[in-house]
Every structure is written in C-alpha cells, then in structure tokens.
C-alpha cells in the first residue's frame, strides 16, 4: 500500500527551471522599481535646476516628487524580497511533490494595483505641475543665459503685442520715446528678417531720481521692450531684468519699483 507522500507526483526539472524564471521576472521588476522610483525622485530636482537656470523669481516647491520617488523604490524593495520569500516556499514545496498552486497570486495583484494607484498619482501631479509651470509671468527661452534678459511669450502677433503694449503705455500716461521696426528697416535694405520691433519708453518723473542716484544707468533707460518672433513663428517679449539692472549699476532698493514697472508691461503685452 502506498504512503501519501509516495503518492505524489515529484517535481521534474522543468517545474524548478520555471520557478527560477519566475524569480528572475520578479528581480527584473524590483530593480525596474526602484530605477525608475530614483528617476521620479530626482525629478523635482530637475525642475528646480530649470527654474534657477531660468531666473524665475518665484520658486515652486517640487518636494512630492521625492515622495513618489521613495515610495517606488520602497515598493522596488519589497518586490525583491517577496519573490526571494516566495521562490524558497515554492522550491521546498516542489521538493514536497506538490506542484499544484492552491491559492491566487494575491501579491502579485495587491502590487499591480499599488503601481496603478502610483502611475495615476504622478500623473496628476505632472499634470499640476505643468500647469503652474504655464502660469508663471517669466520664462525663459533659452536655458544658458545669463545676461539678465527675460523673455515672456506672447500670445498674439508682434504688430497685435506692439499696439497692445502702446494702448497699456497710454493709458498709464507714460511717454513713447521712440519704436524701433528692424525688420521693417531690413526690408527696406533689401534683407529679410521676423518680425521685430523696439519700444523704448518711460516717465521724466520716475527715470530722474534713479539716474541721480546711479548715473550709469542712463545707458539703460529709458526701458526698453523688444517684441520678436522666432524661427518657429513663436512671439517673444523680452526686456532688461530689474534685478539685473540694479545690481549692474548699484540702484538703491527704494527706486527699484521705478524700474520694476517694465514686468508689469510685457505681462500685460503678451496676454
């Protein structure tokens, strides 16, 4: 008479070789995790690289990415040790003779949703982030300046965004000095070039104190504005950072506002 355990059916090569592939499988996933877990960590801090690279005045936070980051890696982890867990359970099962499968991978699924939950999280914060990124007055185009120039797009041509900036100097009662058509003096010349005008303007009563108080400053005002469009038929507006200009020709805090007023226009030019 036979005894249970000779009753049973012995595991054969193949059921070992296709554990081991199984194990392997899980491996693959767990270091995929945790890959792409470092990846998603580091994003924040890639966008906070470009937000300095772009000279944007209003830092954002990019902390959650950091979260989303950790928690893949940790789930990396435990990937790792539940297909090293589950692959010893398995072997001595085979060594058993019990080669059936008597439950769901209920493991497998609890992970498969989690990473859903995840994706769908990152998604939605990619998402926010984009927004925030499209809401932001001051964007640079260009990721290696650093001349103290700041280019706003604009959302109209350049002859729409010229009249428009004329119509917001007018009704402030700030003086046009001069614009500048370049490239309707290249034509002119027989040269072509995109559109690309200069507005040079400003106020006697606010550019007086500001040249008193640094006359170099002189070669930079009145302000100065230049609407373009690039190759891609892209409008830029891009003018002098106040920032920029205070600290080159040592302008006192207090007249900073007198030249800070240019932001306010070219946000109001490209809208």
Do not use: C
């Not at 936070?61 to 040790?81: E, K, P, R």
């Not at 119509?167 to 070039?193: C, Q, R, Y």
């Not at 559109?195 to 005002?221: E, Q, W």
């Amino acid at each position: 008479m036979e005894s249970p355990a000779e009753g049973k059916q012995k595991a054969g090569l193949s059921d070992y070789l296709a554990a081991e592939r199984t194990l392997l499988a899980w491996i693959r996933t767990g270091l995929a995790l945790m890959g792409f877990g470092f990846v998603a960590a580091r994003f924040g801090l890639f966008l906070q690289e470009l937000q300095f690279a772009q000279h944007t005045r209003s830092a954002q936070s990019y902390g959650l990415s950091l979260w989303f980051g950790t928690a893949l890696i940790m789930a990396g982890v435990f990937v790792n040790i539940f297909a090293g867990w589950r692959h010893i359970q398995l072997a001595r099962q085979l060594d058993r003779g019990e080669t059936s499968l008597s439950r769901p991978a209920t493991q497998a699924i609890a992970i498969a949703f989690f990473l859903a939950a995840v994706g769908l999280a990152m998604a939605i914060y990619l998402v926010s982030v984009r927004n925030s990124a499209g809401n932001s007055k001051e964007i640079s185009m260009t990721l290696s300046r650093n001349n103290g120039i700041i280019d706003t797009p604009s959302k109209h041509s350049v002859d729409q965004t010229v009249e428009k900036l004329k119509t917001n100097l007018e009704a402030k009662g700030v003086t046009l000095f001069a614009l500048i058509d370049h490239s309707g003096e290249a034509e002119k010349a027989g040269m072509k070039m995109h559109p690309t005008k200069l507005l040079i303007f400003g106020s006697p009563k606010a550019g007086t104190p500001v040249m008193r108080a640094a006359p170099t400053s002189a070669i930079d005002l009145p302000l100065k504005i230049l609407i373009w469009e690039d190759a891609q038929g892209k409008v830029w507006i891009s003018y002098n950072s106040p920032e920029y200009l205070q600290a080159r020709h040592g302008v006192p805090r207090e007249f900073l506002q007198s030249i800070a007023v240019v932001k306010t226009f070219a946000a109001n030019a490209g809208e």
